[in-house]
């Protein structure tokens, strides 16, 4: 085989060239998109995008900023890059996108009287009894890297997730049997 592929050098070197160039024709036929305005792609800041609801950047570093706080003390790095805890944070910041959209998808809401009640009862931000007052609110949240948006936005989240929980359980009864 090696004996005629040496005498037939000259014209195995044609075949090779034929055979590269469509496999290579192929492979840009196949991989380019042709047709498609390329134009219209945005670039955008988002990590994610859930239903019509998309994680953006800002918010992933947020959540990761604050979760590295959490955790510095008692994490060394290796660790933490062991177990990918940036992944968990953006699986975790997805499973919070999919629950809002499940509780939009059946109609739950939450007003801004809810918010604010949860907000309100939240001994961080009282002093004997009565609200701090809403500039050392303000700071107490810088304080922990926060704005007033994305701390009402996760209140907001979280009074979503409980209404949703409380939805899906509200017709589950066991028995003792079944218990």
Partial sequence: MLDFMRRQYSKLKWVWAIIIFIMGAGMILLYIPFG???GSAAITNDVAKVAEEAVSARE?????RNYMQRTQSQLPPEVRKAFAFEKQVLEALIAQ???SAQAKRVGLQVSPLEIE???LS?????????FIGF???QLVLAQNNLTVEEFEKAVRNEILNNKLLSFVTAGVTLTDKEV
């Fill in 97 to 99: 996108h999919v629950v």
């Fill in 135 to 137: 500039e050392r609110y």
């Fill in 60 to 64: 992933f570093q947020s959540a990761y």
């Fill in 117 to 119: 009640q949860r907000i």
């Fill in 122 to 130: 939240n001994p961080v931000f009282l002093d004997q009894g009565k």
């Fill in 36 to 38: 498609t305005d390329l």
